[in-house]
């Protein structure tokens, strides 16, 4: 299973930065026109078994606020696009719970031994708990604890297309949408999650 869900990020993040990078470009020039160098945001996360790894973006703010170019890649998920890069080094899988930083785990007390289903699996570029906008909190929980139980290609699939659909429509009407037309098949799923 582990193989197979590689060679599918491996396929989906070449094929994805390819697509996308007309959009990178176009990204990239507007930062630099904005406000400068530089274009990427790194910035370090726990992986799998709480590994540390820098996860690339693009830059969104400029000394603490956001700028207006940042405005649109937050609300399209455009900021995020560079984490395919990520993906193809092994770092990260296309789905799969949020990437957090050290300090967000321990201001969320996920440091106990009942939280480390979340390291068990590679953070995603998308997720149940993204895409829904659950918090880094209980909710967003049930649904790592759902893509960690058991990896399904066909969610997996499903959840990447809601995603670029994030990157048409926007993180807004895609979670209205989500939420009015799959609430109640994905509260079933996560009530059978161990």
Not at 74 to 93: C, F, K, W
Request: aromatic letters at 8%; charged letters at 25%; one cysteine or more.
């Amino acid at each position: 299973m582990r193989t197979a869900r590689r060679i599918f990020d491996v396929a989906g993040a070449a094929a994805g930065l390819i697509a996308f990078l007309p959009v990178m470009a176009i990204v990239a020039a507007a930062i630099l026109a904005e406000d400068g160098r530089p274009v990427l945001f790194p910035q370090v996360r726990a992986g799998l078994r709480r590994r540390p790894f820098r996860i690339l973006k693009f830059r969104s703010m400029r000394g603490g606020a956001v700028t207006r170019v940042g405005r649109v890649l937050r609300a399209t998920g455009l900021d995020e696009v560079p984490q395919l890069v990520n993906i193809l080094r092994g770092e990260m899988s296309a789905v799969g719970p949020r990437p957090l930083t050290e300090d967000d785990i321990a201001r969320l007390g996920w440091n106990t031994p009942e939280y480390e289903f979340r390291w068990s699996c590679r953070p995603g570029l998308t997720g149940l708990a993204q895409l829904l906008g659950a918090r880094a909190d209980a909710d967003a929980l049930v649904w790592d604890r759902v893509h960690a139980a058991s990896w399904r290609v066909t969610l997996d699939i499903q959840l990447i297309v809601w995603s670029f659909a994030v990157n048409v429509v926007g993180k807004a009407r895609v979670r209205r949408w989500l939420r009015a037309h799959y609430a109640r098949v994905l509260g079933a799923v996560a009530s059978r999650a161990p």
